[in-house]
């Protein structure tokens, strides 16, 4: 009886908390992560963070450890998202940028580590539209459009992200820009002009999505495949 009490004991715990260990774990996922070596010689650490929770996520901040051939750790770094507030499932890209010129070839991988707290969610009441991209004669890849606030509140300080991806799906590198006027009214329209300037990466370039985001409101992601 005693073993038979235990037993039940013990199951009864482990059903209370692996609730708690997956629901942790799958607050959001890390994806498409890859190092980018640039024009410069400088390294980066593209990814995407996604939220895979059911409530708003906020203040978010990605630690990267990168590491050497037998996992020492050659330097820590940490920065937020292109977005740092995310409704669930949407999602936001991210860069970390190694600084040491000097051992940037001993990099061989990489962990991440992420914080964040529960916050309040945003209207997706910005919207993408009038798109259009080309590669001019210079090399550089230019992206321009509009964006209407279709909310009820002025949004300020509005921003449009653009995520570049080459043919196998990978981030090759991230450009922002505010619009004009960085302030929208309600119903109202500002442009935008984003441009890519890294040679090595606008011939690659086979894809991109587009996010914008500003102190009330948030955009649904424009997916633009060429």
Known sequence: RILGLISMILLFLIILYIPYYVYANELYSINKTTLHKDQFGYLHLFG??????????????????????????????????????????????????????NTIAKVKNFSLSVDYQ???????????????SRLDFTGFYYINGEITNI?????NNVTVVATIYDLNGNIIGITKAITEPFVIESKNKAAFGLA???????????????????????????????
């Open 48 to 101: 995407e963070i996604k939220n895979n929770s059911e409530k708003s996520l906020t203040n978010i901040t990605l630690s990267a450890n990168f590491l050497d051939f037998d996992n020492n750790i050659l330097g820590t770094y940490s920065r937020n998202p292109e977005i740092n507030t995310l409704n669930p499932n949407q999602f936001s890209p991210f860069e970390i940028i190694y600084l040491d010129p």
């Open 118 to 132: 529960v916050g309040k969610e945003k209207p997706n009441l910005l919207s993408l539209d009038h798109l259009n």
């Open 196 to 226: 890519v300037n890294d040679k090595t990466v606008s011939f690659k370039i086979k894809g991109f999505t587009l996010q914008a985001y500003s102190d009330k409101y948030l955009s649904n992601t424009i997916i633009i495949k060429k």
């Open 151 to 155: 909310g009820k509140n002025t949004a």
